[in-house]
Protein backbone atom coordinates (compact mmCIF):
# COMPACT_ATOMS: atom_id res chain seq x y z
CA UNK A 1 0.00 0.00 0.00
CA UNK A 2 1.38 3.38 -0.96
CA UNK A 3 2.05 5.72 1.86
CA UNK A 4 -0.70 8.31 0.96
CA UNK A 5 -3.18 5.69 0.79
CA UNK A 6 -2.53 3.97 4.34
CA UNK A 7 -2.42 7.40 6.19
CA UNK A 8 -6.21 7.72 4.77
CA UNK A 9 -7.42 4.35 6.50
CA UNK A 10 -10.82 4.62 8.53
CA UNK A 11 -11.76 2.25 11.48
CA UNK A 12 -14.90 0.51 10.33
CA UNK A 13 -17.56 0.50 13.01
CA UNK A 14 -16.64 -0.98 16.44
CA UNK A 15 -14.15 -2.99 14.41
CA UNK A 16 -10.17 -3.17 14.41
CA UNK A 17 -10.72 -3.50 10.74
CA UNK A 18 -8.74 -0.04 9.26
CA UNK A 19 -9.83 0.30 5.84
CA UNK A 20 -9.21 2.30 2.41
CA UNK A 21 -11.53 4.71 1.50
CA UNK A 22 -12.62 2.47 -1.10
CA UNK A 23 -12.69 -1.40 -1.66
CA UNK A 24 -12.69 -3.83 -4.92
CA UNK A 25 -16.10 -4.99 -5.70
CA UNK A 26 -16.56 -8.44 -6.36
CA UNK A 27 -20.14 -8.55 -7.99
CA UNK A 28 -19.47 -8.28 -11.59
CA UNK A 29 -16.52 -11.37 -11.88
CA UNK A 30 -18.99 -13.88 -10.54
CA UNK A 31 -19.37 -13.97 -14.49
CA UNK A 32 -22.23 -14.84 -16.10
CA UNK A 33 -25.31 -17.09 -16.48
CA UNK A 34 -26.86 -16.48 -13.10
CA UNK A 35 -29.84 -13.85 -12.28
CA UNK A 36 -28.18 -10.99 -11.11
CA UNK A 37 -25.31 -11.44 -13.69
CA UNK A 38 -23.34 -8.47 -15.84
CA UNK A 39 -22.64 -10.99 -18.75
CA UNK A 40 -19.42 -12.91 -19.67
CA UNK A 41 -16.56 -12.28 -17.28
CA UNK A 42 -13.08 -13.73 -18.22
CA UNK A 43 -11.40 -14.81 -15.16
CA UNK A 44 -7.65 -13.84 -16.26
CA UNK A 45 -9.42 -9.98 -16.37
CA UNK A 46 -10.85 -10.28 -13.32
CA UNK A 47 -7.69 -11.73 -11.19
CA UNK A 48 -5.74 -9.00 -13.48
CA UNK A 49 -8.47 -6.59 -12.15
CA UNK A 50 -7.88 -7.24 -8.40
CA UNK A 51 -3.82 -7.44 -8.48
CA UNK A 52 -4.09 -4.20 -9.42
CA UNK A 53 -6.71 -3.29 -6.87
CA UNK A 54 -4.32 -4.29 -4.43
CA UNK A 55 -1.02 -2.53 -5.80
CA UNK A 56 -2.82 0.40 -6.05
CA UNK A 57 -3.44 0.66 -2.44
CA UNK A 58 -7.16 -0.94 -2.03
CA UNK A 59 -6.92 -3.62 1.28
CA UNK A 60 -10.38 -4.57 1.09
CA UNK A 61 -12.47 -7.15 -1.45
CA UNK A 62 -16.30 -7.43 -0.99
CA UNK A 63 -17.67 -10.23 -2.22
CA UNK A 64 -20.92 -12.50 -1.91
CA UNK A 65 -21.42 -16.39 -1.96
CA UNK A 66 -24.41 -15.67 -4.47
CA UNK A 67 -22.51 -13.39 -6.96
CA UNK A 68 -21.90 -16.28 -9.88
CA UNK A 69 -23.43 -18.57 -7.61
CA UNK A 70 -19.98 -19.36 -6.05
CA UNK A 71 -17.73 -18.51 -8.82
CA UNK A 72 -16.97 -14.90 -7.04
CA UNK A 73 -15.77 -16.42 -3.94
CA UNK A 74 -13.32 -18.76 -5.73
CA UNK A 75 -11.91 -16.18 -8.41
CA UNK A 76 -11.01 -13.87 -5.00
CA UNK A 77 -9.75 -16.95 -3.55
CA UNK A 78 -7.41 -17.64 -6.71
CA UNK A 79 -6.55 -13.82 -6.74
CA UNK A 80 -5.24 -14.12 -2.76
CA UNK A 81 -3.55 -17.48 -3.42
CA UNK A 82 -1.53 -15.12 -6.58
CA UNK A 83 -0.53 -12.32 -4.41
CA UNK A 84 1.53 -11.26 -1.85
CA UNK A 85 -0.92 -8.58 -0.69
CA UNK A 86 -3.30 -9.50 2.88
CA UNK A 87 -6.53 -7.84 2.24
CA UNK A 88 -9.19 -7.63 4.47
CA UNK A 89 -11.85 -10.05 2.59
CA UNK A 90 -15.60 -9.58 2.82
CA UNK A 91 -18.38 -11.85 2.12
CA UNK A 92 -21.91 -12.01 2.29
CA UNK A 93 -24.44 -14.63 2.90
CA UNK A 94 -28.75 -15.66 3.56
CA UNK A 95 -28.87 -15.80 -0.65
CA UNK A 96 -28.36 -19.99 -2.21
CA UNK A 97 -29.27 -21.39 -4.98
CA UNK A 98 -30.75 -25.03 -6.25
CA UNK A 99 -29.15 -27.37 -8.91
CA UNK A 100 -31.01 -25.24 -11.44
CA UNK A 101 -29.72 -22.30 -10.76
CA UNK A 102 -32.54 -20.90 -9.18
CA UNK A 103 -32.20 -18.13 -6.15
CA UNK A 104 -33.51 -19.32 -2.39
CA UNK A 105 -33.33 -17.33 0.34
CA UNK A 106 -32.10 -18.59 3.75
CA UNK A 107 -31.68 -16.97 7.87
CA UNK A 108 -31.54 -20.49 9.17
CA UNK A 109 -28.55 -20.95 11.42
CA UNK A 110 -28.10 -24.48 10.35
CA UNK A 111 -27.94 -23.07 6.67
CA UNK A 112 -25.94 -20.03 7.87
CA UNK A 113 -23.26 -22.54 9.38
CA UNK A 114 -22.86 -24.61 5.71
CA UNK A 115 -22.72 -20.80 3.88
CA UNK A 116 -19.91 -19.80 6.08
CA UNK A 117 -18.10 -23.21 5.53
CA UNK A 118 -18.45 -23.13 1.92
CA UNK A 119 -17.33 -19.43 1.86
CA UNK A 120 -13.87 -20.44 3.89
CA UNK A 121 -13.01 -23.29 1.10
CA UNK A 122 -13.93 -21.00 -2.57
CA UNK A 123 -11.86 -17.95 -0.62
CA UNK A 124 -9.36 -20.71 0.90
CA UNK A 125 -9.24 -18.61 4.29
CA UNK A 126 -9.40 -19.72 7.52
CA UNK A 127 -11.33 -16.71 9.16
CA UNK A 128 -13.38 -13.95 7.36
CA UNK A 129 -12.69 -10.36 8.46
CA UNK A 130 -16.32 -9.22 7.56
CA UNK A 131 -19.47 -11.94 7.17
CA UNK A 132 -22.51 -10.08 6.36
CA UNK A 133 -26.40 -11.40 5.92
CA UNK A 134 -27.18 -9.69 2.48
CA UNK A 135 -30.57 -9.24 2.84
CA UNK A 136 -33.06 -9.71 5.58
CA UNK A 137 -34.91 -12.47 3.34
CA UNK A 138 -37.35 -14.34 5.29
CA UNK A 139 -37.73 -11.19 7.94
CA UNK A 140 -39.09 -13.60 9.87
CA UNK A 141 -35.49 -15.27 10.73
CA UNK A 142 -33.29 -12.48 10.74
CA UNK A 143 -33.12 -13.07 14.99
CA UNK A 144 -32.05 -16.61 14.06
CA UNK A 145 -29.78 -15.63 11.43
CA UNK A 146 -27.91 -12.65 13.34
CA UNK A 147 -28.11 -15.30 16.69
CA UNK A 148 -26.01 -17.62 14.20
CA UNK A 149 -23.54 -15.22 13.16
CA UNK A 150 -22.64 -14.32 16.85
CA UNK A 151 -22.14 -17.88 17.79
CA UNK A 152 -19.76 -18.45 14.28
CA UNK A 153 -18.09 -15.00 15.47
CA UNK A 154 -17.57 -16.87 18.75
CA UNK A 155 -16.21 -19.80 17.23
CA UNK A 156 -13.52 -17.42 15.42
CA UNK A 157 -14.55 -18.46 12.14
CA UNK A 158 -15.37 -14.52 11.30
CA UNK A 159 -13.55 -11.75 13.03
CA UNK A 160 -16.59 -9.18 12.64
CA UNK A 161 -20.25 -9.13 11.46
CA UNK A 162 -22.39 -6.82 10.01
CA UNK A 163 -25.98 -6.54 7.69
CA UNK A 164 -26.48 -5.52 4.30
CA UNK A 165 -29.69 -3.74 3.16
CA UNK A 166 -31.28 -3.87 6.85
CA UNK A 167 -34.13 -1.28 7.87
CA UNK A 168 -33.52 0.39 11.20
CA UNK A 169 -35.96 -1.69 12.78
CA UNK A 170 -34.47 -4.66 11.57
CA UNK A 171 -30.77 -3.54 12.83
CA UNK A 172 -32.50 -2.58 16.16
CA UNK A 173 -33.88 -6.17 16.43
CA UNK A 174 -30.52 -7.50 15.41
CA UNK A 175 -28.54 -4.97 17.99
CA UNK A 176 -30.67 -6.88 21.19
CA UNK A 177 -28.61 -10.11 19.71
CA UNK A 178 -25.23 -8.95 19.25
CA UNK A 179 -23.08 -5.73 18.16
CA UNK A 180 -23.80 -4.39 14.29
CA UNK A 181 -20.18 -3.71 13.07
CA UNK A 182 -21.41 -2.22 9.87
CA UNK A 183 -24.32 -1.81 7.21
CA UNK A 184 -23.83 -2.15 3.54
CA UNK A 185 -26.57 -0.09 1.68
CA UNK A 186 -26.58 0.95 -1.79
CA UNK A 187 -25.89 4.35 -1.70
CA UNK A 188 -25.15 7.13 -5.01
CA UNK A 189 -26.51 10.64 -5.43
CA UNK A 190 -29.46 8.66 -7.57
CA UNK A 191 -30.41 6.35 -4.67
CA UNK A 192 -30.64 8.45 -1.28
CA UNK A 193 -33.12 7.08 -0.09
CA UNK A 194 -30.71 6.07 2.81
CA UNK A 195 -30.21 9.52 4.08
CA UNK A 196 -33.47 10.20 6.25
CA UNK A 197 -33.24 7.07 9.09
CA UNK A 198 -30.57 4.37 7.94
CA UNK A 199 -27.60 6.74 7.76
CA UNK A 200 -28.33 8.98 10.85
CA UNK A 201 -28.91 5.70 12.55
CA UNK A 202 -25.55 3.99 11.72
CA UNK A 203 -23.65 7.54 12.79
CA UNK A 204 -25.44 7.48 16.40
CA UNK A 205 -24.94 3.57 16.69
CA UNK A 206 -21.40 3.62 15.87
CA UNK A 207 -21.91 1.18 12.65
CA UNK A 208 -19.79 1.81 9.85
CA UNK A 209 -21.15 1.73 6.32
CA UNK A 210 -19.52 0.37 3.05
CA UNK A 211 -21.96 1.43 0.22
CA UNK A 212 -22.69 -0.14 -2.68
CA UNK A 213 -23.36 0.74 -6.58
CA UNK A 214 -21.87 4.55 -5.94
CA UNK A 215 -21.48 4.64 -9.56
CA UNK A 216 -24.79 2.88 -10.17
CA UNK A 217 -23.22 0.20 -11.72
CA UNK A 218 -21.48 1.48 -14.24
CA UNK A 219 -24.07 4.15 -14.97
CA UNK A 220 -22.26 7.42 -13.55
CA UNK A 221 -18.61 6.15 -14.81
CA UNK A 222 -18.16 8.23 -18.11
CA UNK A 223 -18.36 4.86 -20.31
CA UNK A 224 -21.82 4.73 -20.73
CA UNK A 225 -23.82 6.31 -23.50
CA UNK A 226 -27.53 5.12 -24.71
CA UNK A 227 -25.71 3.30 -27.46
CA UNK A 228 -24.02 1.11 -24.95
CA UNK A 229 -26.94 0.39 -22.90
CA UNK A 230 -28.65 -0.76 -26.00
CA UNK A 231 -26.35 -2.55 -26.39
CA UNK A 232 -25.77 -4.77 -22.74
CA UNK A 233 -25.69 -8.61 -23.30
CA UNK A 234 -29.49 -9.49 -22.57
CA UNK A 235 -28.05 -11.33 -19.47
CA UNK A 236 -27.22 -8.38 -18.13
CA UNK A 237 -29.23 -7.71 -15.53
CA UNK A 238 -28.82 -3.32 -16.05
CA UNK A 239 -31.06 -3.57 -19.08
CA UNK A 240 -34.28 -3.63 -16.43
CA UNK A 241 -32.94 -1.17 -14.33
CA UNK A 242 -34.80 1.91 -14.15
CA UNK A 243 -32.19 4.52 -14.37
CA UNK A 244 -30.54 2.42 -17.62
CA UNK A 245 -34.19 3.02 -19.15
CA UNK A 246 -36.47 6.33 -20.65
CA UNK A 247 -37.30 8.59 -18.94
CA UNK A 248 -34.33 8.31 -16.19
CA UNK A 249 -31.55 7.26 -18.67
CA UNK A 250 -31.45 10.87 -20.37
CA UNK A 251 -31.47 12.97 -17.22
CA UNK A 252 -28.85 10.69 -15.48
CA UNK A 253 -26.21 11.14 -18.74
CA UNK A 254 -26.71 14.71 -18.38
CA UNK A 255 -26.04 14.26 -14.79
CA UNK A 256 -22.20 12.82 -16.23
CA UNK A 257 -21.42 15.65 -17.68
CA UNK A 258 -21.43 17.68 -15.19
CA UNK A 259 -19.49 15.12 -12.99
CA UNK A 260 -16.90 14.99 -16.17
CA UNK A 261 -16.83 18.76 -15.73
CA UNK A 262 -16.15 18.86 -12.29
CA UNK A 263 -13.32 15.90 -12.72
CA UNK A 264 -11.80 16.93 -15.34
CA UNK A 265 -10.32 20.00 -13.40
CA UNK A 266 -9.05 17.57 -11.12
CA UNK A 267 -8.00 15.06 -13.80
CA UNK A 268 -10.29 12.34 -12.65
CA UNK A 269 -13.06 10.41 -14.35
CA UNK A 270 -16.92 11.32 -13.57
CA UNK A 271 -17.05 7.78 -12.00
CA UNK A 272 -14.82 8.84 -9.19
CA UNK A 273 -16.57 12.54 -8.66
CA UNK A 274 -19.19 9.74 -8.14
CA UNK A 275 -17.73 8.09 -5.68
CA UNK A 276 -16.63 10.88 -3.63
CA UNK A 277 -20.03 12.46 -3.58
CA UNK A 278 -20.68 9.31 -1.72
CA UNK A 279 -17.73 9.71 0.87
CA UNK A 280 -18.84 13.12 1.26
CA UNK A 281 -21.55 11.96 3.68
CA UNK A 282 -20.34 11.85 7.53
CA UNK A 283 -21.69 8.58 7.98
CA UNK A 284 -19.80 6.79 4.86
CA UNK A 285 -16.80 5.25 6.00
CA UNK A 286 -15.81 4.08 2.62
CA UNK A 287 -17.37 2.57 -0.84
CA UNK A 288 -17.83 -0.60 -2.51
CA UNK A 289 -16.35 -0.17 -6.61
CA UNK A 290 -16.02 -2.18 -8.84
CA UNK A 291 -14.07 -3.43 -11.66
CA UNK A 292 -13.87 -5.78 -14.30
CA UNK A 293 -10.36 -5.17 -15.80
CA UNK A 294 -6.76 -3.68 -14.56
CA UNK A 295 -7.77 -0.74 -17.35
CA UNK A 296 -11.11 0.21 -15.05
CA UNK A 297 -9.44 -0.41 -11.69
CA UNK A 298 -6.85 2.18 -12.71
CA UNK A 299 -9.27 4.87 -13.59
CA UNK A 300 -11.33 4.37 -10.71
CA UNK A 301 -8.26 4.26 -8.11
CA UNK A 302 -8.26 8.19 -7.89
CA UNK A 303 -10.92 8.07 -5.53
CA UNK A 304 -8.70 6.54 -2.52
CA UNK A 305 -7.49 10.19 -2.08
CA UNK A 306 -9.41 12.20 -4.16
CA UNK A 307 -12.56 14.71 -2.80
CA UNK A 308 -15.00 17.11 -3.28
CA UNK A 309 -14.96 20.83 -2.25
CA UNK A 310 -18.08 22.22 -0.48
CA UNK A 311 -18.73 23.99 -3.35
CA UNK A 312 -18.59 20.81 -5.93
CA UNK A 313 -20.83 19.26 -3.50
CA UNK A 314 -23.08 22.17 -3.89
CA UNK A 315 -23.09 22.19 -8.09
CA UNK A 316 -24.58 18.94 -8.20
CA UNK A 317 -26.78 18.77 -5.46
CA UNK A 318 -28.45 22.34 -7.20
CA UNK A 319 -28.37 19.55 -10.23
CA UNK A 320 -30.48 16.88 -8.79
CA UNK A 321 -32.51 19.28 -7.08
CA UNK A 322 -33.82 20.82 -10.70
CA UNK A 323 -33.47 17.62 -12.05
CA UNK A 324 -35.15 15.27 -10.14
CA UNK A 325 -35.63 11.06 -11.00
Known amino acids: ?3 SASSALRTLGNSDLRITAIG ?4 AVGGGDWQFSWGHQEDSDSIAAIDRALDLGVNWIDTAAIYGLGHSEEVVGRALKSTTHKPYIF ?3 SMRWHEDRSIYSSLKAGSLAEEV ?3 LRRLGVEQIDLYQIHWPNPDSEVEEG ?11 KLRWIGVSNFSVA ?4 AQKIAPITSLQPPYSML ?3 VEAEILPFAQANGIGVINYSPMVSGLLTGKMSAARVASLPADDWRRKAAEFNEPRLSRNLKLVELLREIGAAHGVTPGVVAVAWTLHHPAITAAIVGGRSARQVEETAAALKFRLSEE ?3 RIGQFLAAMPA
Do not use: D, H, P
Open 91 to 93: TKC
Open 191 to 193: RRE
Open 1 to 3: MTE
Open 117 to 119: ENS
Open 312 to 314: EYT
Open 146 to 156: WEALAKLREQG
Open 24 to 27: FGAW
Open 170 to 173: QMRR
